[in-house]
């Protein structure tokens, strides 16, 4: 009798765990020891996002604050590497946070676009920008998962060691 009044508590109690409200993505980054920075300002004539209809274009983000230069291959290996496009996806997110109010308006990462500063025989580009990925699953789940680009690059501005730029789809 216990077993079948346990059982019966159990599926009453299943639907109404299952209407529980997501968290937020502040909620997921918070719960991984993730927070978000300041985002810089911009380095040059331009702006850091734009809107247009329900899509919002991100310019190129290194990480915020600020960082030291660094190339792959040569003054970084793969796990610094990835561990800066990890921040460079935490001061992307507060760039849209500060454009948009709440990350809760992001609906999907669209495009990702990554520049890894690495000498010419670097070839594991991929693995740098899945810092980058990971930051975008955590926060927004599979919606953070996008069609991405990694290539190397000679040289990123201030001698960054990574550089995105992404499309994100508002609510």
């Known amino acids: 009798m216990r077993t079948v009044l346990f059982s019966l508590a159990l ?35 331009y702006v ?23 190339k792959l291959g040569a003054t970084m290996d793969v796990a610094a590497g990835k561990a800066n496009a990890a921040r460079v996806a935490l001061c992307m997110l507060a760039s849209i946070k500060a ?3 709440d990350l809760s308006r992001v609906k999907r990462v669209v495009k990702v676009m990554g520049l890894v500063n690495a000498t ?12 980058f990925s990971e930051v975008m699953v955590t926060a927004f789940g599979d919606a953070g998962k996008a069609p ?13 060691p990574v550089e995105v730029d992404a499309i994100i789809e508002l609510k």
């Open 120 to 131: 010419p025989d670097f070839t594991q580009h991929p693995a740098v920008m899945n810092g």
């Open 148 to 160: 991405r680009v990694a290539a190397g690059a000679g040289s990123l501005p201030r001698g960054w």
């Open 99 to 101: 454009e948009v109010g």
């Open 48 to 70: 850091p996002a734009a809107r247009v209809g329900k899509l919002l274009f991100l310019a190129g983000h290194g990480e915020c604050p600020a960082g030291g230069p660094g």
């Open 11 to 45: 599926l009453i109690a299943m639907p109404v765990a299952a209407k529980a409200p997501a968290a937020t993505p502040e909620q997921r980054l918070a719960a991984a020891g993730l927070t978000l920075p300041p985002p810089n300002a911009p380095i040059g004539l």
